[in-house]
């Protein structure tokens, strides 16, 4: 019994240092936990889209899965509104022991007249020392998100040891790489890239957006198709529906927008709906247990749109009796159960509620329109309506159509003609340059769309494109779908801090015969 106990003895003595190191190594290998605080905005309007907008990038760029691991935006909300007092480094340290974090960043965005200054810093928690800092002073915003950008690198290269990757064009002698979003001239027959999730569904997907539409800080996936809103949540690796919206009164629903307009910290859900010669238009808000109209049923089309120096904002424009876009574009706040015209968004010819964007494509400050034209071609225009570039080539491609019934133009009255509605194009900065990229996507079709009511596309892309002063060329793209291409959207889907690339793609159509097919395909960006 004596010896049993000493060998025991013996063993514990020689494995102890072991264990002790390994329990070291795994602490030493536990992620680093960084809380963001929302920044503090002195301003005279209302900048909650770019506060905002900030939190969301340094988010972004910052978390890298197994190093570092940033606490969720609702908790960080939680702590905030619960500690008492202004938010300087005395009251961001105690939050950040509160959360548990090694790291809080604080900041604040200074805006009088024409004047824009941003403050950040970041604080070791258990130290209380200030580890990285960044001030910028500039006329407009156009130095904002570069700050914010640069700053994000900083604390990835001095703190983190993290190496700061842009994708460059490949020269001949670079091998190629394998991602979800390839570099123009990588593409081959099969580039090895693959989607982290896809899931199948038995319907036509028409649209799809992002948010968090419950107010529960995490990312929820809203689609539609034509008679019905689901709303996905992310739960165990995988899609679950949380909710189904049916429509009522002959819906038809063509395009949906998700965004938190009122400031709420919640979601709204904006659904264009068409009747057979209007449109019935309605916004969803979450109660609590469901989700309700919060709006009467609107003859407006309407889609969330980030204007330059405006952040999201509510658009919308009239649909005449025939079937067709009337009028200007207008900006649209709530008004009671309804919705106010405001101002009119100033367009080309040729641009509607759905098919344009507007930003600083040359990063001079000058705001140019980049849209679809009704025949599926980009074009790009200056800001006083000179039209500087089209492409060669077709984009977009959707299958969600307006009928157009006008006797001037289509005798056969009863028929109408399909106006189809303009395929998601928006700004995202896939690369981390401080300038937004023009998102679209690219349906490939082996009859050449000749056929005006009868649509069939054999594959898609997404492409993320910059203007190099001449035009816009196409940078990054993603692997060519199966099916026709109809949403696309960057976010955190998965609500582990990096974002991912979500498409939805139709890949058999309803009218086909047998059911409609179609799958919604997540690609991981970092």
């Known amino acids: 019994m004596k010896t049993k106990a000493a060998l025991l003895f013996c063993i514990l003595v020689v494995l102890f240092p072991f264990t002790f190191i390994q329990m070291s190594v795994s602490a030493d290998e536990a992620p680093k936990k960084i809380a963001v605080l929302p920044f503090t ?8 889209f770019l506060q905002s907008g900030i939190v969301d990038m340094l988010n972004s760029r910052l978390a890298w899965k197994g190093k570092v691991q940033i606490i969720e935006k609702g908790a960080v909300k939680k702590a905030v509104d619960t500690a ?4 300087d480094k005395e009251k ?9 974090a090694d790291y809080v960043i604080l900041g604040s965005l200074t805006v009088f007249g024409d004047s824009v200054s941003i403050d950040a810093k970041i604080l070791d928690v258990a130290k209380s ?3 990285v800092t960044a001030f910028d002073q500039s006329k407009g915003m156009d130095g904002v998100i570069p700050t914010v950008n640069q700053f994000a690198e900083d604390i990835n290269a001095k703190i983190m040891g993290k190496e700061v990757y842009r994708p460059e064009r490949p020269t001949g002698d670079q091998p190629k790489q394998s991602g979800p979003i390839m570099a123009v001239g990588e593409e081959s027959g099969d580039s090895g890239q693959r989607p982290s999730y896809v899931q199948r569904f038995k319907l036509e997907i028409r649209g799809l957006d992002v948010g968090d539409v419950d107010g529960d800080g995490k990312t929820e996936l809203v689609m539609i198709n034509n008679d019905t809103v689901f ?13 189904e919206i049916k429509g009522a009164w002959s819906p038809n629903f063509i395009y949906v927008s998700v965004a938190d307009l009122t400031g709420n910290g919640v979601a709204e859900i904006y659904v264009s709906n068409l009747t057979a010669t209007n449109a019935s238009t309605f916004v969803l808000e979450w109660d609590g247990s469901t989700f309700k109209e919060a709006t009467k049923r609107e003859s407006w089309l309407i889609r969330v749109v980030d204007l330059p120096n405006k952040g999201k904002t509510l658009l919308g424009q009239r649909r005449s009796t025939e079937g067709k876009y009337i009028g200007d574009v207008h900006v649209l706040t709530r008004n009671g159960d309804g919705f106010a015209a405001g101002e009119a968004i100033k367009l080309p010819t040729g641009g509607n509620i759905f098919n344009f964007v507007k930003s600083d494509l040359g990063g001079k400050g000058a705001i140019y329109t980049t849209l679809l034209d009704p025949y599926e071609h980009l074009r790009v225009y200056n800001q006083e309506g000179e039209r500087l570039w089209k492409s060669d080539d077709y984009f977009g491609g959707s299958l969600a ?5 006008d006797v001037n133009v289509n005798r056969m009255v009863q028929t109408g003609i399909r106006l189809f509605i303009p395929s998601p194009i928006f700004l995202y900065d896939i690369n981390g340059d401080g300038r937004q990229e023009i998102v679209v996507c690219q349906n490939h079709s082996k009859v050449a769309r000749i056929f005006g009511d009868f649509r069939w596309f054999g594959s898609g892309k997404v492409h993320f494109m910059d203007w190099d002063g001449a035009g816009l060329v196409s940078k990054w793209v993603s692997p060519k779908l199966s099916g026709t291409t109809v949403g696309y959207k960057v976010a955190d889907l998965d609500n ?6 979500v498409v939805a793609s139709v890949t058999s159509e309803s009218y086909f ?4 097919q179609s799958q919604v395909l997540v690609f991981d960006l970092k």
Not at 513 to 516: H, R
């Open 41 to 48: 905005m002195n301003a005279d309007r209302d900048l909650s």
């Open 84 to 87: 008492p007092g202004p938010l």
């Open 92 to 100: 961001a340290l105690k939050v950040g022991r509160a959360l548990e």
């Open 129 to 131: 020392d200030e580890l």
């Open 231 to 243: 709303v996905y949540k992310w739960v165990k690796g995988r899609l679950s529906q949380f909710k």
């Open 401 to 405: 159509y307006m009928e157009y019934k």
């Open 496 to 501: 582990d801090s990096l974002p991912e690339l």
């Open 513 to 516: 015969v047998g059911l409609p």
